[in-house]
């Protein structure tokens, strides 16, 4: 059974940093891209991040360009998003995401996550 599980999420005061992690168990997914999407409260999912199955290449959503970092870990069934500056408005459900193409779609994504909150204080 494919799971992905998402840690790292919390309460920060704005400018504040966090990482969060997603762990993969259940299937082989050192070919797959693995994605970061956020939904606010009364808004759709939004992409955020992805990451190519070899780690190489990664895509950010505008609103986190140079302020947010994807990647994966060794054994490539890992992938984290730190998260620095952080601002109000990117709190959220965070949700970890694998797929077979680098898509900023959430129909582009097989497995999902449950989601981590992040909440950042003004």
């Known amino acids: 059974q494919v799971q992905l599980v998402e840690s790292g999420g919390g309460l920060v005061q704005a400018g504040g940093s966090l990482r969060l992690s997603c762990a993969a168990s259940?299937?082989?997914?050192?070919?797959?891209?693995m994605g970061w999407f956020r939904q606010a409260p009364g808004k759709e999912r939004e992409f955020v991040a992805v990451?190519?199955?070899?780690?190489?290449?990664?895509y950010y959503a505008d609103s986190v360009k140079g302020r947010y970092t994807i990647s994966r870990g060794v054994a490539k069934n890992t992938v984290y998003l730190q998260m620095n500056s952080l601002k109000p408005e990117d709190t959220a459900v965070y949700y970890c995401?694998?797929?077979?193409?680098?898509?900023?779609?959430?129909?582009?994504?097989?497995?999902w996550g449950r989601g981590t909150q992040v909440t950042v204080s003004s």
């Open positions: 259940g299937g082989t997914f050192s070919s797959y891209c």
């Open positions: 995401a694998a797929g077979g193409l680098t898509s900023t779609l959430p129909t582009g994504y097989d497995y």
């Open positions: 990451i190519n199955w070899r780690g190489a290449g990664a």
